[in-house]
């Protein structure tokens, strides 16, 4: 059963404190994609990955945040130093985009869920 | 660029009632449409999407959607809710295959015995 699977899925730290969000895409997936959930805000984009490239990250605050791709089954989102406004959840999600421009549904992994005191 | 507006943030029905989820966006190109479920504590799940073709779309759990480019529309239906369909409901538009969602604020759907 494929999925996105994400760690931590809980975290609590201190303000100033860097945090790291990891999420391993389904495998074969091209194209991943980092979200951000808040009552305030609902759901955002952060940033966005396609063949390990950065397509868009005009949601992330640069200053702080920073997301990457080692390699294709892992993306990490960072932030540094982290601060009582980052508190949400953050969803990673993943899909397949091919050379033909079929695409299928970004599958959503369970989210971790970020408190920041 | 993409917007997306649910209109009422909660909706109650009775179980075995219609249910029915507002969603209107705006885009600037032909969109990609697609409702989204999450569970408490869990990531959303894809119940349809519109992309091109047929403008009534099926999609899980009984539910569907039609496409309305008159009306820059996108309703959820379901012709009898069941208390499991408890949850919230997303409505998202992307601007093409592969591309970034942008979410509206979200329906929560109670469902009363």
């Known amino acids: 059963d494929a999925r996105v699977t994400q760690t931590p899925r809980d975290k609590v730290t201190e303000m100033g404190q860097e945090v790291t969000m990891r999420c391993q895409p389904i495998l074969g997936h091209n194209t991943v994609f980092w979200y951000r959930q808040t009552m305030k805000q609902g759901l955002e984009l952060l940033a966005y990955f396609r063949n390990r490239a950065p397509l868009d990250d005009s949601g992330m605050p640069k200053d702080r945040f920073s997301a990457e791709m080692p390699d294709a089954t892992l993306a990490t989102l960072k932030i540094q130093p982290s601060e009582p406004r980052d508190s949400a959840v953050y969803f990673c999600?993943?899909?397949?985009?091919?050379?033909?421009?079929?695409?299928?549904?970004?599958?959503f992994g369970p989210g971790t869920r970020l408190t920041v005191l | 660029a993409q917007s997306v507006t649910q209109l009422g943030s909660h909706v109650s029905v009775s179980e075995g009632a219609l249910v029915l989820l507002r969603c209107n966006y705006s885009s600037s190109v032909p969109p990609y449409l697609f409702w989204y479920v999450q569970y408490p504590n869990q990531g959303l799940q894809l119940l349809l999407k519109?992309?091109?073709?047929?403008?009534l779309v099926k999609g899980i759990n009984g539910f569907e959607a039609e496409f309305k480019k008159s009306e820059t529309s996108f309703h959820l239906t379901k012709p009898s809710a069941h208390m499991s369909d408890a949850a919230e409901y997303f409505c998202?538009?992307?601007?093409?295959?592969?591309?970034?969602?942008?979410f509206g604020g979200g329906t929560r759907l109670m469902v009363k015995p």
């Open positions: 998202a538009v992307s601007a093409s295959a592969g591309n970034m969602l942008t």
């Open positions: 999600a993943s899909g397949y985009l091919s050379l033909a421009g079929a695409y299928n549904e970004q599958f």
């Open positions: 519109y992309t091109t073709g047929a403008t």
